[in-house]
């Protein structure tokens, strides 16, 4: 067990009030296990096999996590704690367009730890209020780091939200591609493609998709939580 | 049953004499049901299952196509024809650039409409002499559209051969989530690359994966077939 599972759990839990220490321990073993076979099966992995790897009855796992968004959104939420907490430290830089650079190096850092938090990130989860409005919270904050490095001259005003979007989606094919014979291939094409976000502009692009076409394309490629969408999403 | 099946079937039959005109429909029968069968499954489909969708008997099916290699080889014969013609037709071009851009937006397109086809083009197929032979002049194309674009000032000298496979792999991902909700959205990932590709450059790059890890990360990536790679590959 360890230390950050704890933590994930006390953080997010579905009951406020301290566990008793055999439901801690048990609450535990079931965020490591659904790491597990999160990782192993994709997020559509059913709760019964996620309470078998755990080796806790099926009531236990329902008792400890009512619903697989509450279940999604504990396994997730130190990570998704990291990626508001780079999303402040990026607008705390004075440079916006290091702030902005670096916010994309470490979102792309993040996804080639954990592809399992990117499809985290496309996913709507309407159990998870909590993950719901630090998700938000980080948008908002990615928004204003765009701004700024676009007001700073460094950033083409063609570059919108969602080219983040398809760089996830590009770093995912290259990740999936590449796995362990070329772990860090991903960084190359990040890098190209920070270097032709910046002005002076290279030329035209063809328009990006619209909100609505992407956020059907995330949900799409997003696995099994996709059937609790609720038309939210940003 | 489609001219193109015909003419696939006569371009690289495993039996060079004319054949009797049932076998010639068998033979399309079997390259038009294996299309259908690796769109769908992918690559790693059995010969069993190809034959069923065609609806011909297994005996029929291996004295058509004696291995695997060799259907795939029929099945794509048409794609890798249109793959090398785009390198000649790249270098025709009087402006480097354009050339270089062009084929680049050709073989991500190819992509786009046949998935299945960017896998043929990562793997090896040992028993498809015909097939791996045109693939090298293909290669070898590419290596003098490099040299070329890089001469005229335009590429970027840090650019090789290895970037295209990252942008095919980038661009899988894209298509991959993206699918028939945002039909378009590879194109803008690859506006974005090619501008990047373009001098001035942008800055240093992390190194790309040497040759022998990409490479095994294709074979890898790539479906079934890899079962009989032999070291081959460029």
Redesign the interface.
Known sequence: MNPRDQHTGSAVGSAAQPLRSDAERNRARIIAAARTVFGRDGLNASMASVAREAGVGIATMFRRFPSKEELVAAVFADRMDAYVQATEEALADPDPWRGFTGYIETVCAMQAADRGFADVLTMSLPGAEALEARRAEAYQGFLELIARAKDSGDLREDFTSR?LV??L??????L????D??P??W???V????????TP?????????DDA??Y???R??SLGVTSTETGKGH
């Open positions: 080219d398809l760089l989606m590009a770093n995912a094919g290259v999936s591609a590449t796995g014979a070329a860090d291939a960084r190359r094409l890098a190209w493609m920070i270097q032709s976000f910046k502009s290279g030329g035209e692009l063809p328009d990006p998709p076409a992407l059907q394309a995330m799409r490629a």
